[in-house]
């Protein structure tokens, strides 16, 4: 029987969600756990100091240190996310997830499944949940937009208006209403313009490695061919919107 030892903090305040994890892994792996809670601060410091490390959980294997949860996640060997790592995660879970509502709208609107008003809707889905990751800590996304905007390095408030602006579209695009389209699409093909001129030379010209605030200021997405896919995006369906107004 393979065999693991935890030191992990449970504190009547506080439980450390990296130690569950940790039993839980082990658990999976079809490990007998020996399960340590450490109930109090000196409990804690007295593993620390026991084992000359600074944090817990502590995993032990067969008698052998192992370490905490990322290390443990090694030992297994999955894939460990490095602090500041570039990630597409949350662009994939967004766009995944507003593509899925999108097909499910479509489907219970019309009993088809997929139509061109279904690319609206994910269009018009998608821009709604990006502003709102924007919204959530609009200094964070605009200390992270003012790196690479153009109009917003000269003109600063533009940053505080750019996830206002996103919102209003997706949202207008629902409306259905013509001159809440006309004004939704200029202002689309207005912000997505400038955003996507400002990522192509940030990326291609200037060949600068940053992290994109499309997600919000506190997100490691990069900046680079998904960002100005984005951009293109949103001056298209503004394009195909004036077009089927006028």
Known sequence: MKTATVYRMVKPNHVC?????????????????????????????????????STTPQVFIDGERVG??????????????????FSYTPVIAIFATTALASLSLTWGMSGTLFTIQT??????????????????DLESFTNQFLG?????????????????????????M????AWLSILAAIVAIFIGGINGISVFKAVYIDKRELKCACVGGNSNVPLGFVSLTENIMMVGMGIYMLIRVL
């Open 119 to 136: 690319i609206i809707w994910f269009i018009a889905l998608s821009m709604i949940v990006l502003a709102i990751q924007k919204l959530q």
């Open 68 to 85: 905490g949860y990322d290390d443990l996640q090694a030992f297994f060997g999955k894939d460990v996310a490095k602090e500041g790592e």
């Open 17 to 53: 969600p990296f130690g569950l994890k940790a039993l839980d892994l082990l658990e999976r792996n079809g490990y007998q756990i020996e399960d340590k809670p450490l109930t109090n601060d000196a409990e804690t410091q007295a593993i620390k100091d026991k084992f000359n490390v």
């Open 148 to 172: 690479y905007d153009l109009l917003a390095r000269k003109v600063v408030r533009y940053a505080y208006v750019y996830p206002f602006a996103e919102a209003f579209v997706g949202i207008a």
């Open 174 to 177: 629902f409306a259905n209403v």
